[in-house]
Each structure stands twice: as structure tokens, then as C-alpha cells.
């Protein structure tokens, strides 16, 4: 990077300057974390179980160092109970949303005007409404969101760059670190670069293959014995800037003088001056040396390694264009968030942050907030009174125990013959009492003390309980089901949300988490829409949601009311729903792969034309089978009618013979009549409908008529 050098005239003067002024601050900021590193190495020794010095130098070599590892139990119960409350399976603890009112890119504004026209063109008359392009924006607005809550989530399950490494494992360490000493915190996004390749459509409506550079976000934790905030600030974001120690191999920082935002004469330079490197351990370090080994607490050598310090926070515009960085005139005595790297006061490297808005490069999760502490107070700290007296306690039980367990015994030496060693107690010995003693009574006696072993015990619990109640971690939290009430266990739901209910004290450790979550996604969505090869589809008036106290609620309680209100809703109400994503929060509320179980949308796009093809055919066949029942009735009332109509015509045949046969043997008139009224009788009773169809009666007729008739038959 010389030839780079000389080009972009790199002011040294003013880089020696930065270093100097920048190397001072890291020194206050040293200074000030003195305390903080005192409470830190309380906390890890408190975690480890070992007695701080001054403890120590109290204790006698006779007295025990018995240290029951109660913090280091309920530091794991906490850390390993806050990550599956913030990172239930099938769920995500975050979310992109767009603005109740977006504000997007000109163009993609005149997108959506340009599609309105083109819609309107078959309805001359349509006018368009102010509501109207709301609704249309906001559409648009959260289909970006979605969009970019995919990629977010794509890029979170490889979010580490050495090793494969998804968010949730990232994050464990970082709670594990807020647990302990009160403070995580997560570095990142930063960027990785390859060359690659994405699958184009062209204008033509033809896919394009095109070559490009690709890069990817990666995020890292950050140990808290190398990071230095500014302690005089109130809060993070009220800081001036933030040190990251960095101690690398020879051959690691002589890499980054091959880099291009290295300056590489100012690393050469210093390699050649600096052959044996500069890295000497600190105080910090060689305490955590000093402790246990098993416990892996100890720290890298020092042999030939340099120890750098990455800073992040304010910086002049005259300092950036001291390092190259172009920055306009008007913009020399502004501060801007940027980057510089520096070994001792050398600076190695200085760079402006790419996001337009400010976006922390560090992520805190604060595990308790105080008044008095920036990183706020760790669990060893809350509960070290109460370890305190279970280790005190412990340890007098230890003793009493080692002191009276043995035989103690009260020897009368006038009485023992001068060759018995009344100095030790062992197996099968043999007192040899000398006869010759003026006393009769026993030369060895037994003596018994009291060792309190009870009352030791009590309150060894009592402080178990003092612990129980100050970290909210005990059995029904921390997973001791033998502990537990029974009535809990009974029944899975029931002991969900006994678990449910107890995680409620931990509410405020989970907002303070999501306050990390929202500030780690924010940072991702800035990073998206300057580094990813989509960032023109991206962009919209986004913002990050964290969801983590969501999921305080027991599963099972949540399952329960998305059921009943699954099967409540009346069809009006089901308009309001959106039956997709209600789908899926009965899935993911029990835990089920949604990746797994859901239909990709083509699948469930096939799935309801064919249903809609079987219903129509359905809806056919059933009009059929009506139009033949229809056909089949009236053909059964058509017979029926012929044949009733058949039998009266018959009748009425009969009727006309019998006159005719009584005229011609000459009755009288009343015969006549007598015979006409026999036949209506046996008509009205014999011919009567025997179907669906129905025969009007015939009326009987009058004597007149029947007289007339036969008059006229005459």
C-alpha cells in the first residue's frame, strides 16, 4: 500500500498527533476499569471457588478451604434458562417490521405509481385516493420488511467467520459474560468478502448469470478484559468511544500491514523496530494466571506478540483526511463515528464508519443496571454475601468435624506402665496399666465435645434460601425437578407453566436483552442496505423488534388460547384473519419445524386448485343427480296420472253399458238412478290416487242431470 500512500498524501504529522492523543485516552479509560477489574476477579475467583487473598491471609493452615461452587451452579442454571426463554425452538426472538407510515425511496414510490396507472387503464373513470396510496405503500413497505427479515435470518445461521457458528451459540457467550461480571458484549457487523456469482433477470425476460463481489456479515463477542468503554458516560450510547485489546501472533499483525485499509509502511516500520513485539501481560492477567488451571483461566505467553487497540467512537474530519479518507471541506471540524487501529501510539489504521446513521459497532447486554456502574453488576455480586456464609459455615463444619471425629481421649500416665506410648492412637493397641498405681480407676478415659453439626447444617440452608430468594434462581427455575412441588409435575401443561410463572422474575433481564437484540438486528439492517448485492430491493423504512418477552409465557398456556381462538372465530371475524400466520404460531408455540412441516407456496398454490377443481366437480355431480331426481318424479307422476285417467275412462264406459242394458229391459226411472249413484260410490272408492299425482274427484251428479241424461238417451 505505499504507492497507495503517496497518493492519498497521508499527513503523518496528524497521525502522530491522533496517536498520541488517543494512546492518552486509553490510558484514563485503564485507569478508570481499575475498579471494575477488582470486582471482576471477585466474581471469577466467587465462580471458581476460591477465597479472595484477604480472606486467606485470615485463615490458619490447620482450618479448612472448603468453598461449595453455589455461584457457579446458579450462574450456569441462569445463563442455561435465559437461552432457551430467549431462543425457544422454531422461534425467533427478533423481527423486521416497516413503519406504520413508510417513507420510501423515490423510486420505488414512482413504482407504485406507475403500477396504479397501469391497473386504472381498463377504468377510465377510477380517481385515486390518498388512502388508497397508503395502503398501497404500506404493502409495499412490509413486503420489504419481510424481505429483509429472510436475508437477516439467512445471514444469522452462519454469523461467526472462522468457524460455523449460528447466532444463538454466538450469543450464549455473550449472556454467560453479562451473568458473571454484569456486562456481554457482541462486536459486529463486520464484513467478509468473496467472489461469486447471482442468477439475473435481464430486461429481455431472459435469466443472466453475473459475476460479482459478494461479501458477508459476521459478528464476534468480545471478552470482557479487553474492552474498555468510556466509564465517565452515564450510558452506552452517550459514550466517546470504546478500546478493543487485540494480542496477536507476529505473523497475524505483519498480515494486516498486506491489507488495504492498513497503512502498511506504519506496520513494516514498527516490525522492524519492534522485532520481539510489545505484548507484556497485565495485572489482570497474571491474577487469572494464578488461579486455578483447571478451570482454564490462564492467558498466552508473551513471547514475540504485539498488542494492539482497535478504537471506535468520535473522530475529526481533519484526522480522517490525515489517513486518506476524503472528507469535504465543510466537513473538517465535524465529528464523525469511525475507526482507528494503533499500536502503542502508532496508528495503523483509520477509517470512517460506512452507515448514515450512527450504528454502535458494540452491542451490550447489561445483566443488572445500577446507578453507580456503566457495565452494571454480574450474579456473584448480588449473591456473594450469602456464598460468603455458606463457605464460612461450611467450613467451621469441616473443622468441627476433623476435630471431634477422632477419638479424644484423657490418659492418667501414673497408671501406665513406662513402656506404653500414650502420644498415639492405633489399631489392636494395647494399654498396659501398671498394677502398681495407688488409683484404681481407668488410666485412658474417652471425651466427647459437642460439634454442632446440626445446627451448622441449618444454616448452611438458611443462606441456601438467602441465595434462592436474591438470584430468583431456584429448584422450580433452575431444572431441580426432585426439589419441586408434586402437583407441578402431574400433568405436563401444569408443570410448563409452573416453569412459565417462575421465569416472570427474570422479565427485566429479558428487556435488557432485547434491548441488545434490537440493537444488533438495527445494525444488520444498516449493513444490508450498503453491502448486499439486493440492496436496491431492501430499502424502506424499516426497523428492528425484539421479541424475547414474548416468550416468558409457559408454551403451553400459548397453545391453549391459540386453539380456543382457532376455534371461536366466527366466519365474520376470520375475514380480519390472517389464517397463514395463525397456522404458524400453532406450529412454532409446540415447538415443530415450520422449514419442515409448511408447503412452500407454489405446493399449497397446486393443493387449492385442486381442491377447487374437486368442488366444482363435486357441485356438478350433485346437480346432476338433483336433475335426474327431478326427471325421475315428474315421469312417476306422468304414469300415475295416465293410469288414473285410464281407470275413469273405464268407469265411465261401465257406467254408460249399465244404462243402456237397463234401458233396453225397460227399468223404471228410479233403477236408473239408482244404478248411476252405485257407480259414482264404487268410483270415489276404488279410484283414488295411489302416487304423487293427484286425480280430481268426479262430482256425483244431481238426479236432474241423470234424469236429463236418461231423457236424452231416450
Known amino acids: 500500500m505505499a504507492d497507495e500512500d503517496t497518493e492519498l498524501k497521508l499527513d503523518t504529522d496528524r497521525l502522530k498527533k491522533l496517536g498520541t492523543k488517543l494512546s492518552d485516552r486509553f490510558k484514563e479509560y485503564e485507569k478508570s476499569r481499575q475498579v471494575r477489574e477488582e470486582q471482576w476477579l471477585k466474581n471469577v475467583r466467587q465462580y471458581i471457588g476460591e477465597y479472595d487473598p484477604a480472606i486467606l491471609d485470615k485463615l490458619t493452615t490447620e482450618q479448612s478451604r472448603a468453598y461449595p461452587k453455589i455461584t457457579r451452579v446458579k450462574c450456569l442454571a441462569l445463563v442455561a434458562r435465559l437461552h432457551a426463554l430467549l431462543f425457544p425452538a422454531g422461534e425467533k426472538n427478533w423481527g423486521v417490521e416497516a413503519s406504520p407510515k413508510p417513507q420510501l425511496p423515490l423510486e420505488r414510490l414512482q413504482g407504485i405509481a406507475q403500477k396504479w396507472i397501469e391497473d386504472s387503464a381498463a377504468n377510465p373513470e377510477a380517481r385515486a385516493s390518498q388512502t388508497e396510496m397508503d395502503r398501497l405503500i404500506k404493502l409495499l413497505a412490509d413486503e420489504i420488511a419481510s424481505a429483509m427479515e429472510l436475508v437477516i435470518d439467512d445471514q444469522l445461521k452462519d454469523a461467526s467467520h472462522d468457524t460455523a457458528c449460528d447466532y444463538p451459540a454466538l450469543v450464549r457467550k455473550v449472556l454467560f459474560s453479562g451473568v458473571l461480571y454484569g456486562c456481554g458484549v457482541l462486536k459486529g457487523p463486520m464484513s467478509v468478502g468473496h467472489k461469486g456469482a447471482v442468477l439475473r433477470v435481464s430486461d429481455t425476460g431472459m435469466p443472466t448469470v453475473i459475476e460479482l463481489d459478494l461479501y458477508r456479515p459476521y459478528l464476534e463477542p468480545v471478552s470482557i478484559w479487553d474492552y474498555y468503554p468510556d466509564f465517565s458516560a452515564k450510558e452506552f450510547q452517550f459514550m466517546d468511544g470504546a478500546f478493543q485489546r487485540h494480542v496477536y501472533p507476529h505473523a497475524t499483525f505483519a498480515e494486516l500491514g498486506q491489507r488495504e485499509d492498513f497503512i502498511t509502511d506504519a506496520v513494516e516500520q514498527y516490525l522492524r523496530d519492534h522485532a520481539d513485539g510489545n505484548y507484556r501481560k497485565r495485572n489482570h ?57 494503533m499500536i502503542d501510539d502508532v496508528v495503523v489504521k483509520v477509517a470512517q464508519a460506512p452507515y448514515k446513521d450512527q450504528v454502535s459497532m458494540y452491542h451490550h447486554f447489561v445483566f443488572e443496571e445500577d446507578e453507580v456502574n456503566l457495565t452494571g453488576s454480574g450474579l456473584p455480586v448480588i449473591m456473594r454475601d450469602s456464598q460468603l456464609g455458606i463457605a464460612t459455615f461450611t467450613r467451621m463444619l469441616v473443622d468441627n468435624a476433623a476435630s471431634v471425629c477422632g477419638p479424644n481421649v484423657e490418659v492418667d500416665l501414673d497408671q501406665l506402665a513406662a513402656s506404653t506410648n500414650p502420644n498415639t492412637i492405633v ?88 434491548k441488545f437484540t434490537s440493537s444488533v438486528i438495527n445494525a444488520l439492517i444498516q449493513w444490508n442496505l450498503i453491502y448486499h448485492e439486493d440492496a436496491d430491493t431492501l430499502t424502506g423504512d424499516l426497523r428492528p423488534i425484539a421479541k424475547g418477552a414474548s416468550s416468558l409465557m409457559a408454551k403451553e398456556v400459548r397453545a391453549y388460547v391459540l386453539d380456543a381462538l382457532a376455534q371461536t372465530l366466527t366466519p365474520e371475524e376470520r375475514i380480519y384473519i390472517n389464517e397463514e400466520e395463525l397456522l404458524k404460531e400453532r406450529l412454532s408455540v409446540r415447538d415443530l419445524p415450520l422449514e419442515k412441516l409448511l408447503a412452500t407456496k407454489e405446493q399449497v398454490a397446486e393443493r387449492r386448485e385442486a381442491q377447487s377443481a374437486q368442488a366444482e366437480q363435486a357441485q356438478q355431480q350433485a346437480a346432476e343427480v338433483m336433475a335426474a331426481d327431478i326427471m325421475l318424479t315428474r315421469g312417476k307422476a306422468l304414469k300415475e296420472t295416465t293410469a288414473a285417467q285410464r281407470n275413469l275412462d273405464n268407469a265411465d264406459v261401465a257406467t254408460a253399458r249399465a244404462l243402456v242394458e237397463a234401458i233396453v ?42 234424469v236429463e241424461l236418461a231423457g236424452a238417451n231416450r
Open 285 to 341: 492477567e497474571q491474577v487469572l494466571d494464578a488461579l486455578s488451571t483447571e478451570q482454564q483461566q490462564t492467558q498466552p505467553g508473551e513471547g514475540k506478540k504485539f498488542e494492539l487497540f482497535e478504537y471506535w467512537g468520535s473522530i475529526t474530519g481533519h484526522d480522517l483526511r490525515a489517513a486518506g479518507v476524503e472528507v469535504p471541506d465543510s466537513d473538517l471540524d465535524k465529528c464523525s463515528y469511525g475507526c482507528v487501529w
Open 427 to 514: 489399631p489392636f493397641k494395647a494399654w498396659v496399666k501398671d498394677n502398681a498405681s495407688p488409683n484404681g480407676g481407668r488410666a485412658v478415659q474417652s471425651i466427647s465435645f459437642d460439634s454442632h453439626m446440626t445446627d451448622l447444617m441449618a444454616a448452611i440452608g438458611l443462606f441456601r434460601e438467602f441465595a434462592d430468594a436474591e438470584t430468583f434462581v431456584n429448584p422450580m427455575t433452575g431444572g431441580d425437578m426432585e426439589s419441586m412441588p408434586s402437583e407441578a409435575l402431574r400433568t405436563q401443561g401444569n408443570m410448563s407453566m409452573a416453569m412459565g410463572n417462575a421465569a416472570l422474575p427474570f422479565k427485566d433481564i429479558v428487556r435488557n436483552f432485547d
Open 665 to 706: 229391459k225397460g227399468v223404471d226411472l228410479d233403477t236408473l238412478r239408482q244404478i248411476v249413484s252405485t257407480t259414482a260410490a264404487r268410483r270415489g272408492t276404488t279410484e283414488q290416487p295411489t302416487a304423487q299425482g293427484s286425480v280430481t274427484p268426479v262430482p256425483q251428479q244431481s238426479g236432474g242431470e241423470v
